[in-house]
């Protein structure tokens, strides 16, 4: 480890929640034995993390109705880390938990497109409609095989 604390931002943007907009900031050491739970529709940042292994274990969600601002299949929001809390947006976080056998779907999925992609587009949200960045080199006709690979194997 880089020997200082490893540093964590949140801010709840979940809509009805007490604690809308409010940020809080922790300082903590790695420890293996323990883990962090953030909840859907919390924004995170972590800070000072050389030399730090992390392990992410997302719980896949969906929503019939969901949020515009989040995903089709998972909630995930990318905020600027310089915006001020009342500039991150208010979400309302997929309410069902995906079944263990989408996520082992999803994971055969990932397996196959790893062999054949060589990089994955960022998705972008702006005003409700979803752009996909990724370096010119791959051209606009690699966004639409990928685009359409997701849409084919979604719920």
Request: aromatic fraction near 10%; charged fraction near 25%.
């Given at each position: 480890m880089n020997g200082g604390k490893i540093i964590g931002e949140f801010v709840d943007c979940r809509a009805n929640s007490p604690t809308l907009h409010k940020r809080i900031?922790?300082?903590?050491?790695?420890?293996?034995?323990?883990?962090?739970?953030?909840?859907?529709?919390?924004?995170?940042?972590?800070?000072?993390?050389?030399?730090?292994?992390?392990?992410?274990?997302?719980?896949?969600?969906?929503?019939?109705?969901?949020?515009?601002?989040?995903?089709?299949?998972?909630?995930?929001?990318?905020?600027?880390?310089?915006?001020?809390?009342?500039?991150?947006?208010?979400?309302?976080?997929?309410?069902?938990?995906v079944p263990l056998s989408y996520h082992q779907y999803i994971a055969s999925l990932h397996r196959k497109w790893s062999e054949r992609v060589k990089v994955y587009p960022v998705r972008l949200v702006i005003k409700d409609k979803s752009y996909y960045i990724i370096p010119k080199e791959y051209g606009s006709n690699y966004v639409s095989k990928f685009t359409s690979n997701l849409s084919k194997n979604s719920i």
């Open positions: 900031r922790i300082e903590f050491d790695a420890d293996p034995d323990f883990s962090l739970k953030i909840p859907a529709g919390v924004a995170h940042l972590f800070m000072n993390l050389a030399g730090v292994v992390t392990r992410n274990e997302p719980v896949l969600r969906w929503d019939p109705e969901p949020d515009k601002l989040f995903s089709p299949i998972a909630d995930i929001l990318n905020v600027s880390a310089n915006a001020k809390d009342e500039e991150f947006p208010v979400v309302r976080p997929h309410r069902y938990v």
